[in-house]
């Protein structure tokens, strides 16, 4: 597969999640080709969080500021 061919794929694949009403306030922290993965085991994965859980996430970012998560 060619990368124009990933790219377009991704593109239409980005597209439908940011139309999908599950999701809100997608936004695109990077966007830059690579030339390897850079996270070659990482999946996707679902795990619920526990109020103390969540609460340490807080402590490291403000997920209700989307400042924080995108400077630009």
Do not use: C
Not at 11 to 33: A, E, N
Not at 42 to 70: C, F, H, P, R
């Amino acid at each position: 597969m060619t990368e124009i061919t990933n790219q377009y794929k991704l593109s239409l694949l980005y597209d439908r999640i940011q139309r999908d009403k599950r999701h809100t306030d997608v936004t695109t922290l990077i966007s830059q080709s690579v030339n390897q993965r850079l996270f070659s085991s990482w999946n996707m994965g679902y795990k619920a969080l526990t109020t103390s859980q969540l609460d340490e996430i807080n402590v490291i970012v403000d997920l209700n500021n989307k400042k924080a998560l995108n400077p630009n």
